[in-house]
């Protein structure tokens, strides 16, 4: 098991305060996903400039930071409540059985994002932006999608009670409901 050192701080941010580490989160996000085989599905619009200002407007949007000893931004999390009419939700739900939407999608909790640099991976940092920011939520269904062979991401979901409920594409889709 990881031990989360006392290297890393890690809290909690709204989006009035998250708009204000945009920087830091477009920094982390292109080069933890322009590399990757850990691409999500895309609206083919520019994350900085266009998908996460979207995503600051959303309900309930509440992201996790993870600062180094320097005070330096190393991984985020970032969640909302989704709905029907965004991307990410109607994308899912034309992939899925009905049954399967009803069941998961829908005034969920999307988790939308999570990245740690390359540097601070394998210490706990991921594990804990995660944790920090499902403790805050007192929401009864929560779903996100990542890529199939991503095995850390995988691991790291299913260690937290999150499974699957659906599979397309080289997908998977991951839900855990409030215990
Ligand atoms: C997935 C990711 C966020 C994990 O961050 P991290 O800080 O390295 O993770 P942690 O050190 O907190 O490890 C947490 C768990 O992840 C899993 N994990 C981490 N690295 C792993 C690896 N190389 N292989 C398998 N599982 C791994 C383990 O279950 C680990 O559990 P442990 O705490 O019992 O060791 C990080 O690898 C990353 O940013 N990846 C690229 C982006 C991404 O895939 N995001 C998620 C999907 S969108």
Redesign the pocket.
Known sequence: ??DMTSTYRVELVDAAAAAGLSDDIIRIHND??SD?P?N?PSSGIDFGTAVLPLHLGRKEFTLATARDSNGEIV?YCYGYVGDHGQFWTDYVAERIHPSLEKAWLGDHLEIV????EKS?????????LLTTLLDSRGDDRMALL??AK????L??YE?LGFTSFGEFENFVLLGRRRS
């Open positions: 098991m990881n933890v996903y990757s850990f999500r991984g994002e999570l990245a740690v601070a991976r394998g210490k706990g940092v991921g594990r804990s990542t890529v991503n095995a850390p991401a691991d790291l260690s």
